[in-house]
């Protein structure tokens, strides 16, 4: 199953996605990550209202992919901007054709938060750019 969101943003830059859309950052964007346990960068551990998970973190063209790669369902989700810069896509991917509606709606949810999250957290420029001026919003829990 596929979801997707687009979101109207003039002005963001894939840079701004692949500098802020970390694993460390990801409740700050989405309330359905609870807590992230750890993050070496490619790699982290999180808790979400679907359980404990590995998830994978890879710079794509024009924006992120994430995967939780011990997910049932082979949970995956990206978030790029079109070339022209006016739009972020949110894309949301499970390896099954029909699913629970309940859980079916929690994804639905998630992508939701993930449009909001972006929405309201993400700098339309670099960090270069404003020179450490942007606050991001962050929620890191590291262990090691």
């Known amino acids: ?14 840079e701004a996605l ?4 970390q694993i460390y950052a990801l409740p700050g964007y989405c309330h359905i990550i609870d807590t992230v346990f750890s993050d070496s960068n490619s790699i982290g ?19 992120i992919r994430f995967a939780s790669i011990d997910c049932p369902h082979a949970f995956a989700w990206t978030s790029t901007c079109h070339d022209d810069r006016n739009m972020l ?5 499970i390896n ?11 994804i639905r949810d998630f992508v939701s938060e993930w ?3 972006l929405s309201n957290g993400l700098p339309k420029t670099t960090w270069h750019d404003v ?5 991001l919003p962050m929620n890191r ?3 090691y």
């Open 45 to 63: 551990e999180i808790y979400s209202v679907w359980g404990q998970f590995i998830v994978s973190r890879q710079e794509i063209r024009n924006g």
């Open 115 to 117: 449009d909001a999250g």
């Open 141 to 143: 829990r590291d262990t």
């Open 18 to 21: 692949n500098e802020h859309l």
């Open 96 to 106: 099954d054709r029909e699913e629970d509606e309940e859980f079916v709606e929690s």
């Open 1 to 14: 199953m596929e979801f997707f969101e687009e979101i109207q943003y003039p002005g963001v830059a894939a």
């Open 131 to 135: 020179c450490c001026a942007v606050t």
């Open 89 to 93: 896509l949110i894309h949301c991917t």
